[in-house]
């Protein structure tokens, strides 16, 4: 029998007050749980509590009083049902730690971050198992799939995956966030989840590079194909499950980071396409690009793997190596001619 879920006891933290921990806090409490958000900065905890908005991350969006906003993790980690983890990916380590001392073995720990840890190259439930190391690997579960945090906010449909070992946790999540306007399947392929929401923000890097370019419609068709393919290279070698990254936490992210111009990280991308540097774009920013990071991480798993992955290597080149996107362009299109169907999975 899977767990009950009762709106008025059910005991809710959100640790991550971004644009899109801001979003799922509100579309949960729109469902009328009552919930702990955890922000970092206190402006935002003091516009949240006097405003009801957050106007760093999410401006425009009322929020409902329901979302009791704070700085202390202690006060929203403790004796939770479920806690959800929406922190940038390099800070999860860090905050799963802290998390530690306060988070019963019991509660469901959804992760919403997408991204690959730099030097350990872990996924976040792999960071979450090895941080706190008593909570079961049952416990956890990704939440991950087409999804821009203001569209969500609006309550515009959205389709996502829920993903566990366990499939009782994920059906859990899948009633815990299921609503009229957004809509939660659920998989048993934490894995494969995880490495598509991470490697898309990559490839939307290299579609807005394409853009930026104004290199047309074809090669950005082109590009995200050939991208998926690389997902399924990396991802099967990893162990996911190709169908996977076939569905909503695979290509569906993909197209939608791809051509999204709500997306950070096409639109990092785009700037760097039309000239600009990347030191100066994230300078600019004060959302987090997460490509950005995941660039390095899928680059340098890739090598120590043997995965071949000609998008996202030059990708790297670009952001790491400072070469022209001239250049990779013209890397990519004279590379020897295969089969298209070479290496597309890496059993």
Known sequence: MGKIIDMATTRVGVVGGGSWGTALAKLLADKGFVLDLWVFEPEVKEQIDTLR??????PGIPLPENIIAS???EKVVSNKDLVLSVVPSHCTRDIAGKMKAFIRPDTIVVTASKGIENKTHMTMTQIFEEQIDFLSPDNLVVLSGPSFAREVANQLPTVVAAASVCRESAEYVQSMFSCPSFRVYVNDDPVGTQIGGAMKNVLAIAAGICDGMNMGLNSRAALITRGLTEMNRLGTRL?????????????GDLLLTCTGALSRNYTVGKQIGAGKKLDEIISE???????VKTTRSVYNLSRKLGVDLPICNEVYAVLFENRPVEETVERLMNRSLKHELDGVLSF
């Open 285 to 291: 920013m004060r959302m987090v690009a997460e490509g």
């Open 53 to 58: 908005e957050n106007k760093v991350f999410l």
């Open 71 to 73: 700085n202390d993790l």
């Open 239 to 251: 162990g996911a499950d190709p169908l996977t990254l076939a569905g909503l936490a695979g290509v």
